[in-house]
Structures are given as structure tokens and as C-alpha cells.
Nanobody, 124 residues
């Protein structure tokens, strides 16, 4: 299994950025993919998740209304569209996959596979 996160970079406050997560090598279909982030000196936190079964989504309160998670028709690319970026969004962003149909963002241990992370820096 491989999860490859990409799309990070340096942007200014208010800008948009789209992260991509390429998922491959699954012998069993993933059920949930989540995006997480970790800022320097802080714990990893969940940002958004999407269910394979019905494409339902969930978001952390801190990004609700600004970020959108989506999946392509082949279920091998998951995107995180980030709008109205703020300096506090600066972090390394990771995508992770779970076989759980019910996991949300609070039980990181139920995400079985992790990508390598991509750095997002929001600064003027």
C-alpha cells in the first residue's frame, strides 16, 4: 500500500491550495481516507475525512467552510481543496487510509496506512 501526498507549498494568507493523495496497492478497498496535519511543536490533528461508500465527509471545526475533501471516480486520488488559508493552517499535511467504515478524525490509531506528508506554509 502506498499513499503519496503532494501539492504543498508556500502561499499567502487568503490564498488557496489543493493537496492530492494518490492511493495505490490496496488488496482490500480502503473505507475512509483522512487528511491530518501537524504543526511544529503540536500534536497531529485531523482535518477532514471521506467515506468510500457514499462519499460522505467530515471536517474539523477549524477548517469547516474553508476546506473541501473529495475523491475521484476511480477512488485512487483524494483531494483537499484549501481555501482562505490562514497562518495557523501552516503544517505538514498527511493523508491516511483506514479500513473502518465509521472512524472519524479522533482515533488516529484506526488509520492503518500513512503517506509521507507535504508541507504547507501560509505566510505573508
Amino acid at each position: 500500500v502506498q499513499l503519496q501526498a503532494s501539492g504543498g507549498g508556500l502561499v499567502q494568507p487568503g490564498d488557496s491550495l489543493r493537496l492530492s493523495c494518490a492511493a495505490s496497492g490496496f488488496t482490500l478497498d480502503w473505507s475512509t481516507i483522512g487528511w491530518f496535519r501537524q504543526a511544529p511543536g503540536k500534536e497531529r490533528e485531523g482535518v477532514a475525512y471521506i467515506r468510500r461508500s457514499d462519499r460522505s465527509t467530515g471536517y474539523a471545526d477549524s477548517v469547516k467552510g474553508r476546506f473541501i475533501i473529495s475523491v475521484d471516480n476511480a477512488y485512487d486520488m483524494v483531494y483537499l481543496q484549501m481555501n482562505s488559508l490562514k497562518p495557523e493552517d501552516t503544517a505538514v499535511y498527511y493523508c491516511a487510509a483506514s479500513y473502518s467504515h465509521t472512524v472519524k478524525l479522533d482515533v488516529i490509531d484506526l488509520y492503518h496506512y500513512w503517506g509521507q506528508g507535504t508541507l504547507v506554509t501560509v505566510s505573508s
